[in-house]
């Protein structure tokens, strides 16, 4: 089939794309699940946006956001990329109204919340489930939307370029290679303008906040197809994921406490009733993730305790109930009373500050290839993302990926010369035999994440992770080529590839900056003050 957009994934970047896009030729969304698992539908905190006067907190202001995030950047933003996405912020909640998000509101204005590394209230929100909210409006605008087409369970699995089959001058993006879950088909998507919008890849790691759909697809592919990833090395570990030894699975274990409690006013204690994030940063509890996940890491280091504490039982009785009811419910349904005792926290894998390299208009190095939302790089994060602002960046680069496509590439205008793409091939590959040969990969990968690539790193763990890696990747390899592809095949196939990136780019940064923290060089340093690009040839 062809169609003039191709958007994967389903999040707020590929729907707010889409969802303009058909008013100006043929949409295509695809995404592997249900659309509602998108990383956008399990964010619980919000949005930040500075709005026009009157509406926002009496002090803030643009370049105020542009300093915080700045801050929390650690010297490796991109100064052009966070002005323009910063200066969008009411363009953005006023277009999220349009497609019918409801945030909280007081009589007069909406409601603002405070979050790690904000200077001020600035975050929107609609209770402790703003991505359901957005998703969700999103979602029903879309499948009202004309022109558009929204195809769940179709799986991506590589993208085609001029350069793959076997162009020796121009690189362009011709389309892809996608697989229908329920038939196990594979067609091919032609199209000159594809959309990247597959969100990040948590699931690297043990304990995550991230639905399982977080397997880095769209990283993995772009690098297979040559285009330019960076900052990989830049994992955000959010500080507090509610700490449940005695859950059956992972999940389980990794549920996210909005850091919007914090904003409340909840701390952080140790067990000994200490706030001991106040030893680490003066704004302690409220300092941006990376201290506070450190801080978490270091004390049950020193201390040998399995978890700190978030206490928000200082506020009043039905707080939690009323501000944050599905985490507080949540709570509950694990036996534990927010309102009653302080709650059990452990950092988790939350975000990929990293990702396809693209410039402020979302396009990738590969033409006609264009990257938006988490699976991009495009210098607002830096060394370490400021909470709720990646929601805001998913909306505004959509708008602005969407402009600049127009410009270049406007439908109708079919590129000349397309090369014939070869359909896929099965070959003499059977269904996979044994599952647990995936489920063991799949694990391995993720503890070799988690206990030598997560929050404090060494060269040495970094090499041992990197050892392992290379075998997985070969195991993984004959996999995909000794069995009829699946969505389980396909998922670790994309884990492997972006692990290995990811120990690639920490390997390279001899420095600490953001995010990126190695006992053996535990300073920043003037000369790694840039971007670790890789690129595959
Ligand atoms: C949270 O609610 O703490 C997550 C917000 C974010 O990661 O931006």
Not at 282 to 301: F, H, M, N, Q, Y
Not at 322 to 346: C, Q
Not at 347 to 374: M, N, S, W
Not at 489 to 504: F, H, K, Q, S, Y
Request: net charge negative; proline share 4%.
């Amino acid at each position: 089939m062809t169609t003039d957009f191709l958007v994967i994934g389903a999040g707020i970047a590929g729907l707010s794309f889409a969802i303009k896009a058909a008013r100006h030729g043929s949409v295509t969304v695809i995404t592997k699940n249900q659309a509602l698992n998108s990383n956008t539908a399990w964010a619980q905190g919000g949005i930040s946006a500075v709005l026009p006067e009157g509406l926002r907190a009496a002090e803030d202001s643009v370049e105020k956001h542009v300093a915080d995030t700045l801050d929390a950047g650690a010297g490796l933003c991109h100064e052009d990329a966070v002005r323009t996405i910063i200066a969008e912020g009411a363009a953005t909640i006023e277009e999220l109204v349009e497609w019918g998000v409801a945030f909280d509101r007081d009589d007069a204005s909406y409601q603002l919340g405070k979050e790690g590394g904000h200077s001020e209230r600035r975050v929107l929100h609609a209770k402790d489930t703003t991505g359901r909210e957005i998703a969700t409006s999103l979602l029903e605008t879309a499948r009202n939307t004309p022109n558009l087409t929204l195809l769940e369970g179709h799986f991506a699995i590589d993208l085609i370029t001029t350069a793959k089959l076997g162009a020796a001058t121009e690189d362009r993006i011709l389309g892809a290679y996608v697989l229908e879950e329920s038939t196990g088909d594979v067609q091919v998507m032609r199209s000159d303008r594809i959309v990247l919008a597959t969100g990040g890849c948590g699931k690297t790691y043990l304990y995550t906040t991230n639905p399982d759909s977080a397997t880095g697809d769209g990283v993995a592919m772009a690098w297979r197809a040559g285009a330019s990833i960076a900052n990989m090395e830049f994992v955000q570990f959010h500080p507090t994921c509610f700490y449940n030894p005695g859950a059956s699975g992972p999940e389980a274990r990794s549920f996210l406490v909005s850091e919007a409690v914090r904003g409340e006013g909840a701390l952080l204690l140790n067990a000994a009733g200490e706030e001991f994030t106040k030893n680490y940063d003066p704004r302690g509890s409220l300092a941006p993730r990376d201290i506070v996940a450190r801080a978490i890491d270091t004390e049950l280091k020193k201390t040998g305790a399995p978890c700190v504490f978030l206490d928000a039982t200082r506020k009043p009785k039905g707080f939690m109930k009323e501000r944050f009811p599905f985490i507080y419910e949540t709570l509950l349904n694990f036996g534990h009373d927010a309102e009653e005792a302080p709650i059990p926290v452990v950092p988790a894998a939350h975000y990929q500050c990293g990702g396809v390299v693209t410039d402020l208009e979302g396009k990738t190095t590969i033409r006609g290839l264009f990257a938006i939302g988490e699976v991009a790089c495009t210098g607002l994060h830096g060394a370490n993302r400021l909470a709720s602002n990646s929601l805001l960046e998913g909306n505004v680069m959509a708008r602005r990926a969407l402009a600049e496509i127009l410009r270049l590439y406007p439908p109708g205008k079919q590129s000349p010369g397309a090369p014939g793409i070869p359909p896929w091939e099965h070959g003499d590959t059977a269904p996979p035999d044994e599952l647990v040969n995936i489920y063991h990969n799949w694990d391995e990968i993720r503890r070799t994440m988690w206990d030598y690539v997560s929050i404090v790193r060494t060269d040495k763990r970094l090499q041992r992770a990197a050892f392992r890696l290379r075998n997985l990747r070969m195991e993984v390899r004959e996999f995909y080529w000794g069995y009829r592809v699946n969505a389980d095949i396909l998922e670790l196939r994309n884990l492997v590839a972006v692990a290995a990136l990811i120990i690639d780019c920490a390997v390279r940064r001899k420095e600490s900056r953001g995010i990126h923290f190695t006992l053996d060089y535990p300073e920043p340093l003037e000369e790694y003050r840039n971007d670790t690009v890789v690129r595959r040839f």
